[in-house]
């Protein structure tokens, strides 16, 4: 089940390393535009035109929150050492609140990227990030119980599905 902990609370993310997988959850019906472009920086909602990452599924998964409307969603994976790393940085968000919370007097944007992943577990990437390098790891629907539930078989190549339907995450969803 998700625990709608904040990072805050989470304790410290471990060091970053380059075979790190990070997580994004978005909805089902996003699936085709980002199998098309990826996950584009520019079709973001956030106030840093950035693609959020985390370092838990949980953490990525909190997100979901965003959107008022219960829907399917799915947690994709990316790994850290497909990123391109002159294009990611400290998350603004979660790390403003990290540092606050522990009365730090350093601002959030003079944090580096690998800070921001080591103390709140999380970033952001300002470039594409290829839809060849992204996985679907997991899926729940955000109005019925929040339980995170790991693909039947594993996770999907994002170029390899087929079906972006409900049908492609209810057959693979163990009940």
Known sequence: MIHRTSSKTAGKASAA?????LYHCCTLTALPAIRETGL????????????????SIDAAANY???????AWHVILAVNLAHLPQDQL???????????????????????????????????????????ENLVIVGAFHSGVDFDISKLQGGPIRLLEASNFGDGLLLDKIPR
Not at 40 to 55: C, E, F, T
Not at 101 to 119: G, I, N, V
Request: a negative charge.
């Open 17 to 21: 390393r380059p075979d790190r997988i």
């Open 64 to 70: 979901c929150y965003f959107s008022l409307d219960p």
């Open 89 to 131: 940085g400290p998350d603004d968000y979660e790390l403003r609140d990290w540092l606050a919370d522990r009365c730090y007097h350093e601002q959030w944007s003079d944090c580096t990227w690998q800070q921001s992943l080591r103390r709140c577990g999380q970033l952001v990437c300002r470039a594409v990030i290829s839809p």
């Open 40 to 55: 584009d920086p520019a079709r973001s909602k956030s106030s840093q035109q950035a693609v959020y990452l985390a370092s």
